[in-house]
């Protein structure tokens, strides 16, 4: 028995924590299961057939959050005789089998490596009423070549590598993402192409170091000459990328960025602390000085850059002296917003053994002082905007108050968010079309331009938004092997089974 009625698609939601690479792979997971002959859930439906989380392992919480989720759903579940639960991500390759010990009524655990697996143990775990867990130690498919049902019609992720080679102390991810794996860039690009065959205006390049791509085939140089191979893409307005490493950046691809057009002046490099030392133990081989010579150069090279970063306070060992020295550095980065983090001990990462970790009201203290440090600084860089022409992609979701104000939101070329007023417009701007406005207030985390809008621009990403329409690309090859639907579900219409 299953909860579909007879006759009628098995629906599925998928619930997504973490970085953009998690938001993508929910993507792919999307494009596989309605390739397999699954359809979306209704966003009130609160028991599909299929529910897939796709899990962070990288906050101290996540471990809590996954179990909590998956506890209130142990009552639906039991209500609904057929409803699979499958748990996928970061999460689910650290912990593999535990999960199903801890929650038994878990009926699929897949890992980071075999994303294109899914359909295939949903429908073993049906037919065999056992959980089915296939956690596989290296990649099995490159991401890319699975089928993607895209969340947006105007802005997509494109990714140019999987993996990581660096041994940051604190972080989990290289052994559970693996080694760096890099995509040709002629695949790169044709998945870019597709991309923009659909309507989308904005892409952003996904790794986790976009500096060191090419090291797989050679070419050290091979990140820069893909950001300007995309200005010969005809209707890619918006180039983006994230996250590079300070270590590997070097100056070709800062004179990409400033002489390709279609590349946005923004740059989103993590600095984790100002101190050499706390830098040391946390084994991120540049230096404070380094890095702030790679931001003078972007700067000089391109004035109006905007500037980004991840910031981690209360790392093991660290000192007052640590913590001022990145205060320093922040107000001389002068960054135009920060992610920051509170430093949480995750096991099976050397700094979870290391001495001297820090209490509690320490690094919580320390938190507070750099979040005001870090607000007073973009606050003063958003007033420089006051009275600015900007051009914003306008976008879903990004405002929570637009309802109540009135206004719409979206991003300008360097990454800040803008709520701007309609004016004469309110109706006619879409997602995904393109206006021109006036900034007239700034706050540390937004721009509101409160003015009617100087131009519109409708867009192809606009008539699709209106229509409801998401893109969809099927898969990019790269010689590796390909999965497509299980052979009981309907032949897919896109994806590299048709490839």
Same mark, same amino acid.
């Given at each position: 028995?299953?909860?579909?009625?007879?006759?009628?698609?098995?629906?599925?939601?998928?619930?997504?924590?973490?970085?953009?690479?998690?938001?993508?792979?929910?993507?792919?997971?999307?494009?596989?299961?309605?390739?397999?002959?699954?359809?979306?859930?209704?966003?009130?439906?609160?028991?599909?057939?299929?529910?897939?989380?796709?899990?962070?392992?990288?906050? &101290?919480?996540?471990?809590?959050?996954?179990?909590?989720?998956?506890?209130?759903?142990?009552?639906?579940?039991?209500?609904?005789?057929?409803?699979?639960?499958?748990?996928?991500?970061?999460?689910?390759?650290?912990?593999?089998?535990?999960?199903? #010990?801890?929650?038994?009524?878990?009926?699929?655990?897949?890992?980071?490596?075999?994303?294109?697996?899914?359909?295939?143990?949903?429908?073993?775990? $049906?037919?065999?009423?056992?959980?089915?867990?296939?956690?596989?130690?290296?990649?099995?498919?490159?991401?890319?070549?699975?089928?993607?049902?895209? &969340?947006?019609?105007?802005?997509?992720?494109?990714?140019?590598?999987?993996?990581?080679?660096?041994?940051?102390?604190?972080?989990?991810?290289?052994?559970? #993402?693996?080694?760096? !794996?890099?995509?040709?860039?002629?695949?790169?690009?044709?998945?870019? #192409?597709?991309?923009?065959?659909?309507?989308?205006?904005?892409?952003?390049?996904?790794?986790?170091?976009?500096?060191?791509?090419?090291?797989?085939?050679?070419?050290?140089?091979?990140?820069?000459?893909?950001?300007?191979?995309?200005?010969?893409?005809?209707?890619?307005?918006?180039?983006?990328?994230?996250?590079?490493?300070?270590?590997?950046?070097?100056?070709?691809?800062?004179?990409?960025?400033? &002489?390709?057009?279609?590349?946005?002046?923004?740059?989103?490099?993590?600095?984790?602390?100002?101190?050499?030392?706390?830098?040391?133990?946390?084994?991120?081989?540049?230096?404070?000085?380094?890095?702030?010579?790679?931001?003078?150069?972007?700067?000089?090279?391109?004035?109006?850059?905007?500037?980004?970063?991840?910031?981690?306070?209360?790392?093991?060992?660290?000192?007052?002296?640590?913590?001022? $020295?990145?205060?320093?550095?922040?107000?001389?980065?002068?960054?135009?917003?920060?992610?920051?983090?509170?430093?949480?001990?995750?096991?099976?990462?050397?700094?979870?053994?290391?001495?001297?970790?820090?209490?509690?009201?320490?690094?919580?203290?320390?938190?507070?002082?750099?979040?005001?440090?870090? &607000?007073?600084?973009?606050?003063?860089?958003?007033? !420089?905007?006051?009275?600015?022409?900007?051009?914003?992609?306008?976008?879903?979701?990004?405002?929570? !108050?637009?309802?109540?104000?009135?206004?719409?939101?979206?991003?300008?070329?360097?990454? #800040?968010?803008?709520?701007?007023?309609?004016?004469?417009?309110?109706?006619?701007?879409?997602?995904?079309?393109?206006?021109?406005?006036?900034?007239?207030?700034?706050?540390?985390?937004?721009?509101?331009?409160?003015?009617?809008?100087?131009?519109?621009?409708?867009?192809?990403?606009?008539?699709?938004?209106?229509?409801?329409?998401?893109?969809?690309?099927?898969?990019?090859?790269?010689?590796?092997?390909?999965?497509?639907?299980?052979?009981?579900?309907?032949?897919?219409?896109?994806?590299?089974?048709?490839?």
């Amino acid at each position: 028995m299953t909860t579909a009625a007879a006759g009628s698609p098995r629906t599925y939601q998928v619930r997504t924590y973490g970085c953009q690479m998690n938001v993508h792979d929910s993507e792919r997971i999307s494009g596989l299961l309605e390739d397999a002959g699954y359809v979306r859930a209704a966003e009130a439906d609160e028991q599909p057939d299929v529910v897939v989380f796709n899990t962070c392992a990288v906050r &101290e919480n996540a471990d809590n959050r996954l179990y909590g989720n998956l506890g209130h759903l142990r009552p639906v579940k039991a209500k609904h005789p057929g409803m699979q639960i499958a748990v996928g991500g970061c999460l689910a390759q650290k912990d593999r089998g535990e999960i199903v #010990r801890k929650a038994p009524w878990v009926d699929v655990v897949f890992g980071t490596h075999n994303i294109g697996s899914l359909p295939v143990l949903l429908d073993r775990a $049906r037919h065999n009423t056992t959980a089915e867990v296939e956690i596989l130690e290296s990649l099995e498919v490159f991401p890319s070549t699975l089928p993607t049902r895209r &969340e947006s019609t105007y802005a997509g992720w494109v990714s140019i590598s999987v993996g990581c080679n660096n041994t940051c102390t604190f972080c989990i991810v290289p052994s559970l #993402r693996g080694k760096e !794996k890099d995509r040709r860039p002629g695949d790169v690009l044709s998945e870019v #192409r597709a991309l923009v065959d659909e309507g989308v205006l904005e892409v952003t390049l996904l790794g986790q170091n976009v500096n060191s791509y090419g090291v797989e085939f050679g070419d050290r140089y091979a990140f820069g000459k893909l950001l300007r191979a995309c200005s010969d893409i005809d209707g890619l307005e918006r180039v983006r990328f994230t996250s590079p490493h300070p270590k590997d950046f070097t100056d070709d691809v800062i004179a990409a960025m400033a &002489e390709t057009p279609n590349v946005c002046h923004s740059l989103h490099m993590p600095l984790q602390s100002g101190s050499d030392d706390v830098l040391r133990a946390m084994r991120r081989s540049y230096r404070s000085e380094r890095y702030l010579g790679i931001i003078e150069k972007v700067r000089v090279a391109m004035p109006d850059a905007a500037i980004t970063t991840d910031i981690i306070v209360g790392f093991p060992g660290e000192t007052e002296a640590d913590f001022a $020295r990145t205060l320093d550095v922040v107000r001389e980065a002068r960054f135009s917003s920060a992610f920051t983090f509170q430093y949480s001990k995750r096991p099976g990462t050397p700094a979870a053994t290391m001495d001297d970790q820090l209490p509690k009201q320490v690094v919580q203290e320390r938190y507070e002082r750099l979040i005001a440090c870090v &607000e007073e600084i973009t606050w003063a860089e958003n007033r !420089k905007l006051v009275g600015e022409t900007v051009e914003v992609l306008v976008a879903v979701g990004e405002g929570r !108050k637009d309802e109540r104000t009135g206004r719409m939101s979206g991003r300008a070329r360097d990454g #800040r968010l803008v709520h701007f007023a309609t004016g004469e417009l309110a109706g006619q701007i879409r997602p995904g079309d393109i206006v021109h406005t006036t900034v007239t207030y700034a706050a540390p985390h937004h721009l509101n331009a409160d003015g009617a809008p100087l131009a519109h621009r409708r867009t192809r990403a606009g008539d699709a938004a209106e229509a409801g329409r998401a893109p969809r690309t099927p898969g990019v090859l790269l010689g590796l092997p390909t999965i497509g639907a299980p052979a009981a579900a309907p032949a897919p219409t896109g994806g590299c089974a048709a490839t």
